[in-house]
């Protein structure tokens, strides 16, 4: 996020996440959730293998991770999706935070992915739209062995929608911070910003895995019954 005005001259940093942290993270609880599954309750301790230190759903989920995650870096980074949906999303993103800002009292106008002030002002860069960060989770989502295709759904779309509202509050409170603390900008930006995304990111990601698990053990548990 870029701030033009005088009052706030020193640049941000370009993403709005340290993505690899997000990355590592994701893969860190995703394996460790995917290990601590327990094994079929009719195989006898006795007869389990040696535990290995990488279980193959494990490896499974991350090959397929990094290959999503690989994939899709590509294309946004490509001229071509740039042009066709960044442009397009990152202006949608500055009109919400306008309206956002409108309804809270403030006096700002929306010019492209610049929001403007006579005070300050910022523009929302490519890597400040929170999209990168959605795109991992999303990833993540797809890679890991959900019991149900509707879970995986509703994670899909709850995980979109988490990192979508948290970026669309990240940018208003950035403008209110610049408005009033322009000092603290450069800090709540890189500091404070990362880590509520990060820390909700990764409860939410424990939140979906737990309850997948859950449900799997009800189930197990019904068929046993039967």
């Known amino acids: 996020m870029r701030t033009p005005k005088a009052r706030s001259a020193r640049k941000s940093p370009r993403n709005s996440l340290p993505l690899p942290l997000l990355l590592l993270i994701l893969c860190s609880v995703s394996r460790q959730a995917l290990e601590s599954q327990p094994k079929p309750a009719d195989t006898p301790t006795a007869a389990l293998p040696p535990r290995k230190s990488w279980d193959p759903a494990a490896i499974r989920f991350l090959l397929i991770f990094v290959d999503l995650v690989v994939i899709c870096g590509v294309i946004v980074r490509t001229e071509w999706f740039d042009r066709v949906f960044l442009r397009s999303y990152t202006s949608f993103i500055a ?41 991992l989770l999303l990833c993540a989502t797809v890679a890991y062995p959900f019991s149900s295709l509707r879970t995986r759904l ?16 990240r940018v208003v409170g950035l403008f209110l911070v610049g408005l009033n603390w322009p000092a603290m900008v450069e800090f709540v930006h890189t500091y404070v910003a990362q880590f509520a995304i990060i820390t909700a990111t990764m409860i939410f990601w424990l939140f979906w895995i737990a309850r997948d698990r859950a449900a799997g053990q009800r189930a197990s548990a019904g068929a046993t019954a039967t």
């Open 95 to 135: 009109s919400l935070s306008g309206d956002l800002l409108h309804t809270i009292g403030v006096n700002a106008t929306v010019d492209g992915t610049r929001i403007l002030s006579p005070a300050f002002s910022v523009e929302i860069r490519k890597g400040c739209d929170g999209l990168e960060a959605a795109l």
């Open 154 to 169: 509703l994670a899909l779309v709850s995980g979109y929608l988490l990192i979508f509202v948290l970026n669309l509050i």
